[in-house]
């Protein structure tokens, strides 16, 4: 058996394909550090953001694939994430405040069950899309003394000051301002691109410079504040990220991900923070997923083309009833450091590779079950494979060679067909558990209470009974009854397939 491949990944701060070298070890095994924006629960996550959370997810897979040992984190936040953020400005409304003056946000008596309603429903969906949990998933409004705490110190050092309007951190303090995004160190022209983009809004006119973001909003009239040193307000969102990685993660850590859009100002922020707190290096690595497009589209809910996982998983009429591993499928086909162009034709194609992987299980535990004499003759060539698969992965997050490889596995199985033996059958199974732990596409990962037992589901019951009827029917010869009786199974949305073992069934693809 060859010997585990080196993970790579593009480095965003050096802008170079890297071997990722973990800085401590744990009895001699690589531990990776590993942060991730999480998203602002003001809303349901759309497709775009879980094609970040993804990205994440499979850097962390790929890791323990590797053997590693892994501390993962990805944060909830709850408050103090701006409209204006991309200005680096506190000038804007908080978007969960925004989130709760909305039409959708008039069901909600407060904040706090707005933030926790979507928190949930996050949850729930990460869980659809066979997502591994983390080790720690920290939430903005539970870290606010450290917060507070790291805003005192940065004062105290002189990387802040304060206003009557809020804390800014003082970009001129930080000479190393804009090494990740290559953005911020033109004050004048900066200034005027935020003028422009502004308008109308009311900036701080006490701010020194107009790269300076906000550290605390001071806002006694804010839905979520807390008391501090400066009056009563809340937390800017670049402090956060800053605080709850050090909290789980310790000053310097390996590697910190997120989508593009992070990259600059929130990541830039990150590290001018958390660098002038510490002195030392904040993340070695930087690791950023490309945009998505729906259609060849920017996504927009003005064009129709803006999708939450749970638009796509929903059962129908609320959603379209898509196998979530479908989904999940899709997402990862595309390299995340390209563009995406997610389509309802590459999400056909996803789910029927999903479909293929299920069927050859089904292959498995059968010939497992069976037990038929012989050796395990298959072993080398899906030996051969997966280290493709895992190899694929290591180069910077292959996944479509990664896929393309399973696909082989899958023809493989399926060319052997009826004439798998026990030994190859458990091979096979272990060969399935290797993708699944390195891609998530097999089979769910959660636990029966995340996912319902389903044997008692009475439209499966309901088609259960027209086949055995149509079987008898076609044992009668009424052929007539039994092409009627496939006609309402196709009504109905089943594709029936007639096997030498009898009839078997599936849900059509509904895309």
Request: proline share 5%; hydrophobic share 40%.
């Amino acid at each position: 058996m060859p010997s585990n491949p080196v993970l790579q990944l593009y480095n965003t701060l050096t802008k170079l394909v890297e071997p990722i070298t973990p800085a401590a070890f744990i009895q001699d095994t690589p531990h990776l550090r590993f942060y991730s924006c999480g998203p602002t629960v003001y809303s349901y996550a759309h497709i775009g953001n879980f094609r970040s959370f993804l990205t994440a997810d499979l850097i962390l897979r790929t890791a323990q694939a590797l053997g590693w040992k892994t501390t993962y984190v990805t944060n909830v936040t709850d408050v103090g994430h701006l409209t204006e953020d991309d200005l680096t400005d506190p000038s804007g409304e908080d978007r969960m405040v925004k989130a709760l003056q909305s039409k959708e946000g008039e069901r909600f008596a407060n904040i706090w069950d707005l933030a926790r309603y979507y928190t949930e429903v996050l949850l729930r969906d990460w869980d659809s899309l066979n997502l591994r949990e983390p080790d720690v998933r920290p939430r903005a409004t539970e870290h606010i003394r450290q917060q507070i705490e790291a805003v005192e110190q940065l004062l105290a050092n002189g990387h802040a000051y304060e206003t009557s309007q809020g804390i800014y951190f003082s970009v001129a303090s930080f000479p190393d301002y804009g090494k990740l995004s290559g953005r911020g160190h033109d004050a004048d022209a900066l200034e005027a691109g935020a003028a422009a983009a502004t308008r109308e809004v009311v900036t701080d006119s006490e701010k020194r410079d107009p790269r300076d973001f906000a550290l605390w909003k001071k806002d006694d009239a804010h839905l979520m504040q807390w008391y501090s040193p400066w009056g009563w307000g809340f937390p800017g969102w670049h402090i956060e990220c800053s605080v709850m990685a050090k909290a789980y993660l310790g000053e310097t850590i390996d590697l910190h991900a997120g989508g593009e859009d992070l990259i600059f100002p929130h990541h830039e922020c990150e590290i001018a923070q958390a660098e002038s707190l510490t002195g030392k290096p904040f993340a070695r690595y930087w690791a950023h997923t490309r945009f998505l497009q729906v259609e060849g589209e920017k996504m927009s809910k003005s064009k129709g083309n803006f999708y939450t996982v749970r638009d796509l998983i929903a059962p129908e009429p609320e959603g379209r009833g898509i196998d979530p591993l479908a989904v999940r499928m899709a997402l990862i086909s595309g390299q995340y450091r390209k563009p995406f162009n997610f389509t309802f034709d590459n999400l056909k194609a996803a789910a029927r590779h999903v479909q293929r992987l299920r069927e050859v299980s089904a292959l498995v535990a059968a010939a497992i079950e069976h037990d038929a004499p012989g050796d395990a003759f298959l072993a080398p060539r899906l030996d051969a494979l997966y280290a493709k698969a895992l190899a694929a992965m290591c180069d910077d997050l292959n996944t479509p060679d990664a896929i393309a490889a399973v696909l082989e596995g899958v023809k493989l199985l399926n060319g052997v067909g009826a004439n798998l033996n026990g030994a190859s059958a458990r091979r096979a199974q272990t060969w399935l558990d290797q993708v699944n732990a390195l891609l998530g596409v097999v089979a769910p990962e959660q636990s029966p209470s995340s996912h319902p037992d389903t044997t008692d589901d009475p439209f499966a019951e309901q088609v259960e009974a027209l086949l055995a009827e149509r079987a008898e029917a076609r044992k009668a010869k009424d052929f007539a009854r039994s092409d009627a009786i496939r006609d309402e199974l196709d009504a109905l949305g089943i594709e029936v397939m007639d096997t030498a073992e009898g009839a078997k069934w599936r849900r059509k693809l509904s895309i």
